[in-house]
């Protein structure tokens, strides 16, 4: 039987996922998503067109893919009727192409009303949500109260619809929040009815058809690990599980067919919101490397938080997902820097040196030990590896020891011919 390879991103998301999995779909049969939902940016670059997906898997692009939105997905319908319209130009055969499970939860509107609500209570507090409704959608599935895809089928949708609408109003009134909904109503009833003309199915079927077929799958992540709800810098993070184990939870497939892991981190770190980052530059270095690398949220436009890469939280990435291949990215925005440093080891506050991540990260003060190499300062926008420079080679080598795991691939810029393929036999 065929398996199924994971793509997700090592650090706190925005890693270059849509870029990576429009490069490999032409190996897979099907892409399929497996949590998360609007809150996730897939950005794909090529024939000099940019697009940024954010509920539709990234194989859509590539026309004999199938792509599977997973029971382990939050959908928006009115952002989802968005993106199908934001594609006609490319005169792809989305409804053909394109499969949604009937377990995936549904963002109604006052999930995002609850989401800026609860952000807004929280103060200085806040987590830096997108305030997409994400959180208050898996607090309902949680609660056995939510809707999902499969419910929009029934002819008592609109009763259910109306139910949970009123538990959040309540929520909302006691939070002093004030809204105007009748046209939020309207509009999501709208996308509703577009929504239905989708092949909305039993996805975990489909899934484990494909796989006896021996059909190649592709499991796409979103966020980052480091935003896992269970292993992530909590309460700093997202609301599903990111890891490898929730793309068996998000497709319904059994671990045993889990093959290729392929972790993907940037050539340095960045961070969207609130949370820790023991690694983060906040000086002219740091906003250089936001120039140069475009650092701005593809789902909210907010400035990324930037700095040096961090071998202690990539190799526990690394353990907890089970990684066998590394993708590198952006590694052309370091080529401006003369000197490039790597947090090898973290010095915590009562003097410990460690290379572990700690339980207490949002409180402890975490002091970054580094190691310096010699930059590059050459422009590294090809597609070979004789291509490169030797000090960006020497950096590749030295992270691949440092992270035991062999790097198979290089991303010399956003668009898909900017990619260096590196033999295994280079490790």
């Not at 599977?68 to 192409?97: Q, W």
Request: hydrophobic share 40%; proline share 4%; glycine share 10%.
């Amino acid at each position: 039987m065929a398996k199924v390879d994971v793509l997700l991103g090592l650090q706190w998301g925005d890693e270059g996922k849509g870029k990576i999995v429009d490069v490999l779909a032409p190996k897979y049969d099907v892409v399929a998503r497996f949590q998360g939902g609007p809150n996730a940016g897939h950005t794909l670059e090529f024939d000099g067109i940019k697009h940024v997906l954010h509920q539709i898997p990234s194989g859509i692009f590539r026309e004999r893919t199938k792509n599977i939105i997973g029971n382990g997905v939050v959908l928006d319908p009115v952002i989802f009727k968005a993106e199908i319209e934001s594609l006609k130009k490319f005169n792809l055969n989305v409804v053909e192409n394109l499969f949604i499970s009937k377990k995936a939860s549904l963002i109604i509107p006052t999930h995002r009303l609850l989401d800026q609500a609860y952000e807004a209570a929280k103060g200085e507090s806040k987590i830096g949500s997108t305030l997409k409704g994400i959180g208050p959608t898996y607090q309902d599935k949680i609660g056995r109260q939510g809707l999902r895809v499969g419910d929009v089928l029934s002819d008592k949708f609109n009763d259910k619809f109306k139910r949970l609408s009123e538990i959040h109003f309540g929520i909302l009134q006691n939070l002093g929040f004030e809204f105007k909904w009748s046209e939020l109503e309207a509009q999501f009833l709208d996308a509703i009815n577009f929504l239905k003309q989708f092949k909305l199915v039993e996805s975990e079927y489909l899934i484990n058809h494909e796989l006896q077929q021996g059909s190649t799958i592709l499991a796409e992540g979103a966020q980052g690990s480091l935003l896992d709800i269970d292993f992530g810098s909590y309460p700093f993070v997202t609301s599903s599980n990111t890891v490898t184990a929730g793309a068996c939870t998000g497709l319904g497939i059994a671990p045993r067919h889990i093959g290729e892991v392929y972790g993907i981190f940037k050539a340095y770190s960045t961070r969207v919101g609130g949370g820790p980052f023991p690694t983060e530059l906040l000086n002219e270095d740091g906003e250089l490397m936001r120039k140069q690398g475009n650092e701005f949220g593809s789902t909210t436009g907010r400035p990324r938080r930037c700095g040096w890469i961090d071998i202690p939280s990539l190799k526990y990435s690394i353990m907890i997902n089970g990684v066998t291949r590394l993708l590198m990215m952006k590694v052309d925005v370091l080529s401006v820097f003369p000197k490039i440093k790597v947090c090898t080891k973290y010095q915590l506050k009562d003097g410990t040196v460690t290379t572990a991540l700690p339980y207490e990260l949002v409180n402890e003060k975490i002091t970054p030990i580094y190691e310096e190499f010699k930059g590059w300062q050459t422009s590294v926008t090809g597609n070979s590896l004789t291509d490169l420079p030797v000090e960006l080679i020497q950096y590749v080598e030295f992270l691949e020891r440092e992270l035991e795991v062999p790097i198979t691939l290089i991303s010399t810029g956003p668009d898909r011919l900017q990619t260096i393929f590196r033999p295994l036999s280079a490790v």
